[in-house]
């Protein structure tokens, strides 16, 4: 699978937006960029995945590059509760499934009032 | 979406003993699910596969013989941490895949040996 590049942190106040970049420069073509995050003590929630559109749901938007080699997660009205680490993963299908979710570091985001 | 419970939450047991972590799929069945550690600050670190029926798949350096994987049933997979140590505290997690390959986690089981 495609290594993702993410910043270690980033700040948001409280009601903004947060956008957090994840460049995937090494994706191939049929690999999709899916996005967690991991509240402290708990295990990872699933948050969006897309594959060349962009993609919204209630939690978030994903705008990805025409070009795919990077994507943002927008969480549009940033809350307290948004506070955890996020994790961009590249996943590529195999055979008649997807590959395992491997995680690396992740953007740890705190939000402050 | 999909809910995968583990029980329990946490654990503290002694050191040389073996403590059993559950984890449930309760609205799918999952042919596949998956055990994954993390230490304090670090990522989580995928230990093993475990398929429905059949021997678990080990990544590599993770002992087959400590970390005793069971998926005797579609919706129930355990590990079991045999002769724990202090080394292996940690939050272990598990994730059960669905039939349309998406995977969900479980809320973590905290293991603390003493």
């Known amino acids: 699978d495609a290594k993702t590049t993410q910043p270690t942190s980033m700040d948001c106040a409280e009601g903004r937006a947060a956008n957090l970049p994840c460049n995937h420069s090494?994706?191939?073509?049929?690999?999709?960029v899916y996005w967690y995050r991991q509240i402290h003590s708990q295990g990872p929630q699933y948050i969006i995945h897309g594959l060349k559109n962009n993609e919204t749901n209630e939690m978030a938007s994903l705008i990805i590059t025409e070009d795919r080699k990077s994507s943002t997660l927008i969480l549009p009205h940033a809350t307290l509760r948004d506070t955890a680490v996020y994790y961009c993963i590249v996943r590529a299908p195999w055979g008649s499934g997807y590959s395992t979710l491997t995680f690396g570091k992740g953007t740890m985001l705190l939000v402050s009032p | 979406g999909a809910v995968v419970s583990q029980h329990p939450s946490w654990v503290i047991c002694k050191s040389g003993t073996s403590v059993k972590i559950e984890c449930r799929s309760l609205?799918?069945?999952?042919?596949?699910m998956f055990w994954y550690r993390q230490f304090p600050k670090q990522s989580l670190m995928l230990m093993a596969t475990s398929n429905e029926g059949s021997k678990a798949t080990y990544e590599q350096g993770v002992e087959k013989d400590k970390f005793l994987i069971n998926h005797a049933s579609l919706t129930l997979s355990t590990l079991t941490v045999t002769s724990a140590h202090p080394e292996d505290s940690s939050f272990y997690i598990c994730?059960?895949?669905?039939?349309?390959?998406?995977?969900?986690f479980g809320p973590g089981t905290r293991l603390t040996v003493t």
């Open positions: 609205d799918f069945q999952a042919t596949t």
């Open positions: 994730s059960a895949r669905t039939s349309s390959y998406e995977q969900y």
């Open positions: 090494t994706i191939s073509g049929n690999e999709y």
